[in-house]
C-alpha cells in the first residue's frame, strides 16, 4: 500500500512539471516576441508564480487561479497592449479548477472575484477603452469557459465510474446467482443419495442384525456378521457426513428441521422422560427474546445434550440459563467417564469430526453471541452468550472444538432433520447404529432461519435488473452530467450574446477610424475640407489618450485623431489633424507611448 502511494505521488510530480514546463514555454515565447520587456518581472516572476501555482492546483485550485490572474492583472498596466501570454495558464488552471472541485458556488465566487480585481486594476489605472474589452471579453472567457469544460470532463468521469461500478454490481450478483443455484444442486444430489443408497444400507444393517441372531450360526458366523454390521454402520455414518457436506455447507442452515414451537423446557422434560440425569436451572428476569435468539438458545442446549448423551451416557448434566438485562448466558456441563475408550458399545476413539459444534459455532457467531465449548476438571462446558439484540457478523471458519484428555470429540449422532436427542441404552445391549432414520426421513426441508433468509438473496432480488440504490444513483449521476453539458454550451450563448455586440461596435469604432500612413502624407496644410475628403477615414478615432488630448495646439482650431494601423490589441500611432474652421491648419504624429 505504501508502494502504491508512492507511486501515485511520483506521478503527480510528474504530470506537474509537464505543465509547469508547457506552461513555461508558453511564458518564454510572449517574452521573446515582446519589443521591450523586462527580465524579472516578465520572464522570472512568472515563472517563479507558475512553479507555486501548478502545485497548488491539486489542494487549492482556486488560489492557483487567484495567483495567474494577478499576473494578467499586472499585464493590463503595460501601456503598449493589454495581452499578454499568461491568459493560456490562466485558462489552464480554470479548467484544473472545474475538474478537480465538485462545488459550483466557490469556484464562481473565485472566478467573480477574478473579474472584479481585473475591472477594478482597469478603472484604477484610467484605461484605454481596448483595454477594458479586454478585461469584459478576453479575460472573463478565459476564467468562465474552461472552468465550465473541467465541470464538464468531471461529470463525464463521474458518469463513466457509476457505471462501471453498477457493472461489478451486476457481475457479483450474477455471481451469487450461480452460486445459489450450485447449492441447490447439491441439496439435489444429498436427498438423491439420502434416498436411495441410505434406505439400502439400512435395509442391508437390518438384515445383517437378523441374522446374527439366527440360532444356526457358528460363532465364526456371527462375528463375521458383527464385523459387517460395523462396516456398514462405518459406511452410513460416512455417508451422513457426506450428505451433511452437499446440503449444509459452511454457512448454511444448520438449524433446519428443529421444531417451530419447541421450547428449551420441552427439550428438557423429553431428556428427563427418556432416563437421562439432567438437573437444570434458570436464573434472572426471563425477558422476551425474538424468535431467532430463542431458536439458537434452543440450538445450543439441544446440541450440548445430545453429544453428552452420546459420549458420556449416564453422567449427570447440569444446564444453567441465566438472564441479564442485554443478554443471556447458557452453560451444559457434562462429567466425562473415567474409564478409557468409548463409553458407547462399538465406538472408536477419534471417530467424530466436530461437525455439530462446528455448525454451533457459526449459528451464535451470525446471531452476535460467543460459543466456548473445553474441558475442565473432569467436566466437559458448552457455554454460550446470546445478545437479545442480534448483531449479524460475518461467518469466519470455525477452529475444531476442543475435546476433553483421552475422549473423542462430542458428535451428535442425530440423522439430519431429527431433533430430539438419540435414546440412550442399557448398557451392555449392543444397538446397531440408527442409519434408518436417513431412509425414512422426509425429503422435504424446513423453511430457512430468519438468519439466513437475510444472507441469501431471494429470488425477487436477484431477477432484479438493477438494485434500487444503483438505479438511484445512476439517475442522479445522469442528470448532473446532463445539466452540466447544458450550462457548459449555455453559457458560452449567453456570453456572447452580451459580449459579441460591444465588441463588434467597438471594432467597427476603431477599424472606421484609421488613416492609412500614405494618405496621411497626401494631406498639404491650408487645403479646405472639402478638397480632402476622399483621402479621409468615416469618422474619427473617438478614444484618443489623455496625453494626446492634452497635446499643444494652434490657437482657435479643432483637432480630429486618427488611428495609424488596424491592430485592435495593440496600442498604434495616433494622426491629429487640427482644423480652423473647414481649412487644415496642422497636422502631426502622437506617439502610441506616453513621453
Partial sequence: MLHARTTSAGSARAADAALWAALAATTGYGFHDAATASLTTDLLLPLAVLAVAVPWSRHRPAAAVVLVNGLCAVGLADPATPGNTHVLPLAALSFLLGSRVAAARSPLLVLAGCSAVNLATCAVLRAHPVWWF???????????????????????????????????????????????????????????????????????????????????????????????????????????????????????????????????????SRAVASG????????????PLSPLIARGMYRVVQEALTNAVKHAPGCPISVRI????????????????????SARTGARPGRGVGRGLIGLHERVAVLGGSLRTEPDAGRFHVTAVLPHQTTPRPRTPT????????????????????????????????????????????????????????LTPGPDTASAPFPPESAKRLASVRGEARRRSAVAFVAPVVAAVFFVPSAAYLAWQLTTSVLPPSHFD??????????????????????????????????????????????????????????????????????????
Fill in 134 to 268: 479586454y478585461a469584459m471579453s478576453v479575460l472573463p472567457a478565459a476564467l468562465l469557459l474552461p472552468w465550465l469544460m473541467g465541470r464538464h470532463w468531471r461529470g463525464r468521469r463521474q458518469l463513466v465510474r457509476e457505471g462501471w461500478r453498477l457493472a461489478r454490481s451486476l457481475e457479483d450478483r450474477q455471481h451469487l446467482v450461480a452460486e445459489r443455484a450450485r447449492l441447490t444442486e447439491r441439496a439435489g444430489i444429498a436427498a438423491d443419495m439420502h434416498d436411495s443408497l441410505g434406505h439400502a444400507l439400512s435395509l442391508v444393517a437390518l438384515r445383517a442384525g437378523a441374522l446374527e441372531l439366527s440360532p444356526d450360526l457358528t460363532d465364526r458366523d456371527r462375528a463375521d456378521l458383527a464385523e459387517l454390521r460395523g462396516t456398514i454402520a462405518d459406511a452410513v455414518e460416512q455417508l451422513r457426513d457426506t450428505v451433511a457436506v452437499l446440503h449444509d455447507p459452511p454457512g448454511g442452515n444448520t438449524g433446519a428441521g428443529l421444531p417451530v414451537n419447541d421450547t428449551v423446557e420441552d427439550l428438557l
Fill in 276 to 287: 437421562v440425569p439432567v438437573r437444570w436451572e434458570r436464573r434472572g428476569a426471563e425477558s
Fill in 322 to 341: 441465566t438472564h441479564e438485562p442485554s443478554r443471556t448466558h447458557v452453560s451444559v456441563m457434562n462429567a466425562v467417564p473415567s474409564a478409557g475408550g
Fill in 399 to 454: 477452529p475444531e472444538p476442543v475435546t476433553a484428555p483421552g475422549r473423542p470429540t462430542q458428535e451428535p449422532v442425530t440423522a439430519p432433520g431429527t431433533p430430539t436427542p438419540e435414546p440412550v441404552t442399557a448398557p451392555g445391549k449392543p444397538t446397531p447404529e440408527p442409519v434408518t432414520a436417513i431412509g425414512t426421513q422426509d425429503r422435504a426441508q424446513a423453511p430457512a432461519s430468519p438468519s439466513e433468509a437475510t
Fill in 522 to 595: 497626401e494631406l498639404s496644410v491650408g487645403r479646405p475640407r472639402a478638397e480632402l475628403a476622399p483621402l479621409l477615414p468615416a469618422r474619427a478615432y473617438p478614444y484618443p489618450p489623455d496625453h494626446a488630448r492634452s497635446a499643444p495646439r494652434p490657437p482657435g482650431t479643432r483637432c480630429e485623431f486618427y488611428r495609424s494601423g488596424r491592430d485592435l490589441l495593440g496600442d498604434v500611432d495616433l494622426y491629429r489633424l487640427c482644423w480652423y474652421g473647414d481649412t487644415l491648419s496642422a497636422k502631426d504624429t502622437l506617439r502610441a507611448r506616453r513621453p
